[in-house]
């Protein structure tokens, strides 16, 4: 149906080839367009397209050093990224609201990082229908085991997808993994990853094994 344009693995805009203006093409039109179109402007042949964003909420500015991998992560696959202070406890009105809202401002995932009771990400799913992923930070008491369990442990209805405490680097990869179901170019991207990493391992293995050698 038309010429598709991309940078750094978003797509820019789609010059459609000629078609006949009818409900028939029209619906043919919007059928044929992916997951990850927000937002549509069609005029002089063109429709643009505008790529979801990931929210990293984080319940404290503390948790800065634990989220900052996910930042660096999502950053270096091209995901355009807003970093948030909210409260589940002290700013519960404002996390809800950043939730209701985040799907019509253009956010395909909702990252939130929480530490102790951490009912953030439960708060936040609560509002939402976006995919919410929780990272349990760790704390002086329990060592994040609490905040484990309290974004895990969600009832029926509201899921939380949890990593493990502090895994915010898989965090950003998961979030990624969902906005490339719709993103092509992005799922290459996490493919390749996937590959260095096999080679990365082959190669230690092989190193290994001249180590033995040597004993």
Do not use: W
């Not at 992916?34 to 063109?46: F, L, R, W």
């Not at 999502?74 to 950043?98: N, Y």
């Amino acid at each position: 149906l038309g010429d598709v344009y991309k940078r750094q693995g978003k797509i820019l805009l789609i010059k459609m080839r000629h078609m006949p203006r009818c409900a028939h093409n029209q619906r043919i039109l919007h059928s044929t367009m992916p997951p990850a179109v927000q937002k549509i402007y069609e005029g002089g042949g063109k429709a643009v397209y505008h790529m979801k964003k990931v929210a990293l909420i984080m319940g404290s500015d503390s948790d800065l050093p634990i989220v900052t991998p996910a930042v660096k992560q999502l950053k270096e696959l091209g995901i355009e990224t807003e970093v948030r202070v909210m409260s589940a406890h002290r700013t519960p009105k404002q996390a809800q609201d950043f939730a209701e809202n985040a799907a019509k401002n253009g956010f395909g995932v909702i990252i939130a990082a929480a530490g102790m009771a951490a009912h953030l990400g439960g708060v936040l799913a609560a509002s939402t229908t976006l995919p919410v992923i929780g990272i349990p930070c760790s704390a002086k008491v329990l060592d994040g085991m609490d905040a484990m369990l309290a974004t895990v442990m969600m009832p029926p209805g509201i899921p939380v997808a949890t990593v493990g405490v502090n895994a915010a680097k898989n965090a950003a990869l998961l979030a990624a993994e969902i906005l490339a179901v719709g993103d092509d170019a992005l799922a290459k991207k996490l493919a390749d990853m996937r590959k260095d990493m096999e080679n990365a391992v082959i190669e230690k293995d092989k190193a290994m094994q001249e180590k033995i050698k040597e004993i």
